[in-house]
């Protein structure tokens, strides 16, 4: 084994992790009150680790630690956007923390170690890995959801996602010890050889495959295991639903590919009829669901959960292609889910968390460029064309029928066109209601920015997508 080149490709893990540590040390003797010195920290942070990955990118794919580990054009990809995609939901959390005198370092130092666990469920390469990287992950959000100590519904949010939590790891585990027991292996690639060999197939493997979906779906909040979802969104902090709601989708698609394309592509008919489940029931319960909720934060996590009944089918294609459309849409969901939770922190004030429909009354009134830049993020969540969000849904429809599920297609049409109903409701609330109060949104200069860049990037990439969805096309397609 070589140390030393293993340890290279492990670099922009080495480093947020080290940096973790010591920025952990640094706050809990800062006498910063505002946390300064954390957060810029924390965004440097972000940034040298981001730009180590693409320094240490070859176009190649290379394993370490035993096969344990891999570093191919994917894992590069996905570890920049969650970097990036980090950089802004940390940005906008710090605007939160402020404008609610709940300023707390821990917030960054536990994000570093989410991102962390990402990026190790990006790279892993064994069965054992993906339950480490997974594990720090959910550790790290359980405890961030918890930090407002006197807020009710955060501690209650808490402990609902930590005791599922709980349930679903516990579930993911006993399907990979199952998978471990037939094949004697952890691997991802010798699983694929040895699952390719087998003649005749093993009950017990799908047996194990289903515990694996289980612990798979729970991390995308897919039905019916998505009873976590709006509990902890509307309960969290906004800061907080704003991290969970982003970059973990990146990591559970990564988890999903890793596990499903590099270790079980021999069960594709299996885990294919579960994922066609899953995705039917998450868009339908979803897009229906939604429709009711007063709560902005509610309704968002419901249109999270129909997302993500379109994200299963790019993966359910079992096709490279499909997996590009699928990789494609969860970068357009993370960064239409930064922006939607950001303008809810724009809105915020101390006291006001602005997170149910009313409070968008009127917003053209007060703020017509942040009424902009919320109908495009609307707009792109609905499908309209040509923004982004319309993109991502037609590169997954366009690999489904391909691959003769043209029913399939349809229905998710139709609960597409469901869907829109909630989200025109809002530019309705924001362009012909009256406002309820004309207060005046304070807010940093960094906050606009990055709002307002956040929004024009998911309409300038949707007038081009074609580059995007190249990426995308490298990152999979071998």
């Known amino acids: 084994m070589n140390w030393s080149a293993d340890i290279t490709l492990a670099i922009p893990e080495i480093i947020l992790l080290v940096s973790a540590c010591l920025l952990l040390v640094v706050d809990t003797f800062s006498r910063d009150t505002d946390r300064k010195v954390t957060y810029v920290l924390a965004q440097l942070i972000l940034i040298v680790t981001a730009l180590m990955a693409i320094y240490l990118y070859t176009g190649e794919t290379t394993y370490a630690f035993g096969k344990t580990f891999v570093s191919d054009p994917m894992s590069t990809v996905l570890k920049v956007i969650v970097c990036v995609v980090s950089f802004f939901v940390f940005l906008y959390s710090n605007e939160y923390l402020k404008k609610h005198e709940w300023m707390q370092g821990e917030y960054f130092v536990l994000g570093l170690f989410a991102v962390l666990g990402m990026m190790v469920m990006i790279s892993a390469y064994s069965l054992l890995t993906i339950y480490l990287g997974l594990e720090l992950l959910s550790l790290s959000l359980y405890a961030m959801v918890a930090m407002h100590k006197d807020s009710q519904p955060a501690s209650e949010a808490a402990m609902k996602y930590f005791v599922l939590g709980a349930l679903a790891s516990g579930m993911l585990l006993y399907g990979i010890s199952i998978i471990y027991g037939v094949t004697g292996t952890l691997e991802l690639g010798e699983l ?134 699928a990789m494609f849409y969860v970068i357009t969901y993370a960064l239409m889910s930064a922006g939607a939770f950001g303008i809810i922190i724009l ?89 309820e109060n004309m207060t005046a949104i304070k807010s940093s200069r960094q906050m606009r920015l990055a709002l307002s860049i956040n929004g024009l990037v998911i309409l300038v990439i949707g007038l081009m997508p074609g580059s995007l969805m190249a990426v995308c096309v490298a990152a999979l397609i071998k």
């Open 192 to 325: 694929s050889r040895l699952l390719s060999a087998r003649e005749e197939q093993n009950t017990l493997l799908v047996f194990g495959l289903v515990f694996i979906i289980v612990g798979i779906a729970f991390k995308f909040g897919a039905v019916p295991f998505h009873m976590w979802v709006p509990d902890v969104y509307q309960g969290a902090p906004t800061a907080v639903t704003l991290f969970i709601s982003s970059a973990p989708k990146i990591a559970a698609f990564a988890m999903a590919i890793r596990l499903l394309v590099d270790g079980m592509q021999p069960l594709l008919i299996d885990w294919q009829q579960m994922l066609v489940i899953l995705a039917i029931l998450s868009m339908a319960t979803g897009n229906i669901i939604a429709i009711s909720q007063t709560n902005l934060k509610r309704m968002l996590a419901y249109s999270t959960i129909a997302h993500v009944g379109f994200l299963l089918l790019g993966i359910l294609s079992g096709t490279e292609a499909g997996y590009a459309a």
């Open 347 to 435: 809105l915020s004030r101390k006291g006001f968390e602005s997170d149910n429909l009313d409070d968008m009354k009127g917003l053209s009134d007060k703020s017509p460029w942040f009424a902009f830049i919320m109908l495009i993020l609307m707009f792109s969540m609905t499908g309209v064309p040509p923004f982004l969000g319309f993109w991502a849904k037609w590169f997954v429809l366009k690999e489904i029928v391909d691959m003769g599920y043209v029913w399939l297609a349809a229905l998710a049409v139709v609960f597409s066109i469901i869907g829109a109903y909630y989200y025109l409701r809002i530019v309705k609330l924001m362009y012909f209601d009256k406002a």
